[in-house]
């Protein structure tokens, strides 16, 4: 039997080969759309590049799920998949991947399969991918895994700090006008992914380092005591390791893992944006 887990492109987690402690482990990308050039969303996408030629772009962008059939071939790499995707509550990547468990299910219905909603993105499926491999190195039943990762889900925070909504704006997401103020006034932007996968605005505030020394803060009140702590940043690693040690001051033995954005969080967050995801 061989176990797998499989997600989009939108965890900002890195694959290291195939396998990964004996577990296998897949991407399955995203389309990323700037102006008419499309891209591919994986380890063959030059991010540089990527982000100079969004930048350059004054046209309308967007992004495209993967397709059912590239959910169903990556299904038929093992007996027992655990698949995780960016929230269904901005992207339609979930339905896709239902759709193709279907499919497989139908060719193959001794197959265990469970999607996973994470009503996040970015360090929000990575942290749970994480404890998926926790799991499954503990030689936990498929049953009792999708039980202990459906609660696990309910006790994830994910925070977005943005220092431009440019990308945001083009693609239809904030309004032309705060994002021109934004830019203007220097203005960070705090968000949260809400119960229902949406992004919630926390804070919007000016300042060096206030946004994170807030976000720390804020980690804090919600519930946050000290464990797993996922960050991932789009060409930011000073800030994100200032963010770890602002963690750590507070909580000399949490966890945590820092990370790069791959293309699909790179093209929301934009340039110095972080993303961190969080146990409570």
Known sequence: MKRA????????????????????????????????????????????????????????????????????????????????????????????????????????PDKKIHVFDSKSAGTGPAIIVRKIQEYIQKNMSFEDIVSGIDEYCKRIKTYFILESMENLVKSGRVSAIAGKLAGILGIKILGQNSTQGTIELLRKLRGKDVIYKKAVEDMSASGYNGGKVMISHCFNKERAEYISSLI???????????????????????????????EI
């Open 5 to 108: 887990i499989i997600m989009d492109s939108s965890c900002d987690i890195f694959i290291n080969g195939d396998f990964e402690n004996q577990i296998y482990m897949e991407k399955v990308p995203l389309k990323l759309r700037v102006g008419e050039d499309e891209y591919i969303d994986d380890d063959n996408l030059d991010l540089v590049s990527f982000m100079r030629k969004m930048s350059e772009c004054a046209e309308a962008t967007g992004t495209a799920a993967p397709s059912p059939e590239e959910w169903y071939n990556a299904y038929k790499k093992a007996d027992e998949i655990f698949a995780v995707t960016i929230t269904s509550g901005l992207s339609g990547t979930y339905s896709s991947a239902i759709v193709g468990r279907q499919m497989i299910l139908e060719k193959y």
């Open 248 to 278: 750590k001051e507070k909580f000399p033995d949490a966890e945590i893992e820092v990370s790069t954005t791959g293309g699909l969080c790179s093209y929301y967050a934009e340039a110095k944006g972080v993303i961190m995801a969080f």
